[in-house]
């Protein structure tokens, strides 16, 4: 019988060294707010997370688009014209984005205006004359912005682009 309260031995020492630790935890921790907040079912501010996760989840899906629609373009100057629609690239935008597709000149740009946050975004595809260039920006919405073929408007960022 000597041989059975040996294993209890190792399990009474290894809950008391847990107890002390966790004794010393709560006595020591360097910040009870947020133990505060959970004891009297507070909500935490999750709102900017919320605003930056909505923020790239758009951005994703613009970029998405942006894509789509270059490499329609692309495909539809090769056979003639840029197409004046995304509808005629068989395209759709989210109802959450205002859409504005320009052809002039050899030009065709692409605008979105999201209807939520400070972003905007243009897609463009010009013919130059010798090859056919793409261009992805992203800039601050609100004043009317002027594009000039081959570089992002005043103030306005290229966004990376994948080979079409």
């Given amino acids: 019988m000597p041989a059975a309260g040996l294993p209890s031995l190792p399990s009474l020492v290894s809950a008391a060294a847990l107890a002390g630790l966790g004794l010393a935890a709560m006595l020591d921790a360097p910040s009870s707010q947020g133990l505060e907040s959970a004891w009297t079912g507070a909500d ?3 709102s900017r997370l919320d605003e930056r996760d909505a ?4 951005r994703r899906g613009v970029e998405d ?3 789509a629609f ?6 539809r100057h090769y056979w003639g014209h840029f197409a004046p ?3 005629d690239l068989g395209l759709t935008a989210d109802s959450s984005l205002g859409v ?8 065709t740009r692409l605008w979105l205006t999201p209807r939520r946050g400070a972003e905007a975004y243009l897609a463009q595809v010009s013919f130059n004359g010798e090859q056919l260039e793409r261009l992805h920006c992203r800039g601050t919405s609100g004043d009317e912005v002027e594009a000039n073929a081959g570089q ?4 306005w960022t290229p966004m990376k682009q994948s080979a079409p």
């Fill in 44 to 46: 935490p501010d999750y």
């Fill in 55 to 58: 923020t790239l989840l758009q």
């Fill in 65 to 67: 688009l942006l894509a």
């Fill in 70 to 75: 270059t490499k329609g373009q692309l495909t």
């Fill in 85 to 87: 629609t995304l509808a």
């Fill in 100 to 107: 504005r597709v320009e052809n002039v000149e050899g030009v």
């Fill in 152 to 155: 992002c408007p005043l103030g």
